[in-house]
């Protein structure tokens, strides 16, 4: 009867529930060691100039290889290091690597190169981040000129007062500032011109069906005209056919990341890529 069947259900539930909790500290413990097991690295995606073709910088992307196991999305480890307050030990390995990637660059003949790295909310407006980013600076040698701090719109709108204030004490020592997912939040672009932005990053999401689409093509099309109205410099994320390119390249977006240049990948690579580019 149902009461049999609600009782089987419950127990499914409780069951599931149990494994996953069960997962999600196992996940947790697995995610507090990996600093010390030096199981993070970062892979670069070029940042490409769609006028022109060439690779004008980098976007850093955290990847997690525990020893033994197939590498783990930062997609499902980032919500859980942010609720941990692990992101912050994490942000901050992110940022000095990239910085000496930078510098590392510099050093082998291939010039500087931007790069870009996410922020997370917690560690955007958890921490004195200002302050953290000028010591590693100091302590890398990396060119601020050079270095791009991604934050999403909803970080802006979670805390405005802070993040102008941090924002501002990054642009004075001469980091850009972008905004990713743009999109996605709910900032207007007249909101955002309190805040020292160089770039926009707009969404994957809607550059996806941007050819098929006639909503998502309105939505970019105003994102690049009202970007360049205001002197921002915008990059389409997640490109992965020519029909979006041909698109973005007729609307005068500046720049763009996607499978269809390359993929995130190593160091190596990337080096690579910037010796024929
Ligand atoms: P994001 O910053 O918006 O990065 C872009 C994501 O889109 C990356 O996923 C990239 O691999 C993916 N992507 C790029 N081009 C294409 C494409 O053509 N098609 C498709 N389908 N995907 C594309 P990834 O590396 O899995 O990172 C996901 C998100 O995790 C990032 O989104 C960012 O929010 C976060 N994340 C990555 N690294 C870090 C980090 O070091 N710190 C923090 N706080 N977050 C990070
Ligand atoms: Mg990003
Ligand atoms: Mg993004
Ligand atoms: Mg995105």
Known sequence: GSKAKGGNQYAFYTAEMGEQATQHLRLEGALQRALQRDEFLLH????????????????ALLRWQPAGHPMVSPAEFIPLAEETGLIVPIGDWVLATAMRQQVAWVRAGIGPVRISVN?????????????????????????????????????????????????????????????DDFGTGYSSLAS???????????????????????????????????????????????????????????????????????RPVEPQRIEAMLRVS
């Open 44 to 59: 670069y995606q070029p940042v490409v100039d769609i006028g022109s073709g060439r690779v004008t910088g980098v976007e």
């Open 192 to 262: 955002l011109k309190r805040f020292p932005i160089h770039s926009l990053k707009i969404d994957r999401s809607f550059v996806m069906d941007l050819t098929q689409d006639a909503d998502d093509a309105a939505i970019v099309n105003a994102v690049i005209a009202l970007a360049h109205s205001m002197k921002l410099n915008v990059i389409a994320e997640g490109v992965e056919t020519n029909e979006q390119l041909a698109f973005l390249q007729a609307r005068g977006c500046d720049q763009m990341q996607g499978y269809c240049f390359s």
């Open 119 to 179: 922020l997370s909310a917690r560690q955007f407006l958890g921490q004195d981040v200002a302050q953290r980013v000028a010591a590693l600076l100091e302590e890398t040698g990396c060119d601020p000129g050079y270095l791009t701090l991604e934050i999403t719109e909803s970080v802006l709108m979670e805390n405005p007062a802070a993040a102008t204030e941090t924002m501002g004490q990054l642009a004075a020592m001469g980091v850009q500032l972008a905004i």
